[in-house]
């Protein structure tokens, strides 16, 4: 099992730029798919960004070009970049861990990211 929190949320004005961490427990982070998801008032949870424990990338293409995930296996965290917001990307921001071997699937608590003037 691992347990995940995420810091880094905030307010941010139309342009500006947040990043996004979350720190992991456990010894075989490396081997899990990492993933950010966001939750906005009133919608589903969806994904924004993930990488695999073999560094593979995936965005959401709303995001491409502005977001950019990266992972430090020696450290257990997760990180996402996030650039040029807009106000649609205000939402609660969740770190998400999946294990592909047992399908174990983990989250944290969520930090809320508002972008606006």
């Known amino acids: 099992q691992v347990q995940l929190v995420e810091s880094g949320g905030g307010l941010v004005q139309p342009g500006g730029s947040l990043r996004l961490s979350c720190a992991a427990s456990?010894?075989?982070?490396?081997?899990?798919?990492m993933a950010w998801y966001r939750q906005a008032p009133g919608k589903q949870r969806d994904m924004v960004a993930k990488?695999?424990?073999?560094?593979?990338?995936y965005y959401v293409d709303s995001v491409k070009g502005r977001f950019t995930i990266s992972r430090d296996n020696a450290k257990n965290t997760l990180d996402l970049q996030m650039n040029s917001l807009k106000s649609e990307d205000t939402a609660v921001y969740y770190c998400?861990?999946?294990?592909?071997?047992?399908?174990?699937?983990?989250w944290g608590q969520g930090t809320q990211v508002t972008v606006s003037s």
């Open positions: 456990g010894s075989i982070f490396r081997l899990y798919t």
């Open positions: 998400n861990a999946y294990f592909p071997v047992t399908k174990g699937t983990y």
């Open positions: 990488i695999t424990s073999g560094g593979s990338i």
